[in-house]
């Protein structure tokens, strides 16, 4: 079974300071690499997309994928309280671009 | 436009007894995924829709759970004799292809 793996947290991060989150992944073949917010009670949205090697950067987001090292992360800069959400990793199967798996989550705590 | 949508919303039935879901995606959308979340916990892979094609059942837990879709849109996911470790938020999810994910609210399901 292809894993994705995150440390559940609690993370607890300063109000206005980066928080960052971290995930691998067991597929090497994995292409598609995304992150999911999901507020307490709520269903997931998507935040960021990423499929290259690099950064991405989106506002506040920013997405870092290093496939030799099988390691994604976000970085949220300036952080809100309203950042405060479980943040889900999901990665693609193989090559398979339709089965997406997702991790166990982190939850992020902002500290006003 | 409208999103996904499932219901029921809330669903409380129990041990021994089958319960249905629904899930309604978006038009168009040739994707469509159920996850299961239990409390505190990531998504659980289970099944996996795509257009014409025989359905991925890979994530199914056990024969008690099954789901079909009929005319390429709606789905519905069965769990005959419920037991109590089927407690969760079963999430729905469809896909353009290529496209991202838009998850449904979910339907929470309490089995006594």
């Known amino acids: 079974q292809k894993e994705v793996e995150q440390n559940s947290g609690p993370l607890s991060v300063p109000e206005g300071a980066i928080a960052s989150l971290n995930c691998t992944y067991s597929?090497?073949?994995?292409?598609?690499f995304f992150w999911y917010r999901q507020y307490s009670g709520k269903s997931p949205e998507l935040i960021m997309s990423i499929y290259s090697n690099g950064d991405k950067e989106d506002g506040r987001f920013t997405a870092q994928l290093n496939k030799a090292s099988q390691y994604v992360s976000l970085l949220i800069r300036d952080s809100q309280p309203s950042d405060s959400a479980t943040y889900l990793c999901a990665v693609n199967q193989g090559n398979r671009d339709d089965k997406i798996i997702f991790g166990k989550g982190t939850r992020l705590h902002i500290l006003p | 436009g409208a999103g996904v949508s499932q219901s029921p919303s809330n669903k409380v039935t129990e041990k021994g007894k089958d319960v249905e879901l629904r899930c309604d995606p978006i038009s168009g959308h040739t994707a469509l995924y159920w996850y299961r979340q239990s409390l505190g916990q990531g998504l659980e892979f289970l099944i996996y829709f795509q257009g014409n094609s025989a359905p991925d059942k890979s994530g199914l837990p056990s024969d008690r759970f099954s789901a079909e879709r009929t005319g390429g849109s709606v789905s519905t996911l069965t769990i005959q004799r419920t037991q109590q470790e089927d407690s969760a938020v079963y999430l729905c999810?469809?896909?353009?292809?290529?496209?991202?994910?838009?998850f449904g609210p979910g339907t929470r399901l309490t089995v006594l």
């Open positions: 597929d090497r073949g994995s292409q598609s």
């Open positions: 999810a469809s896909r353009p292809f290529p496209g991202r994910q838009f």
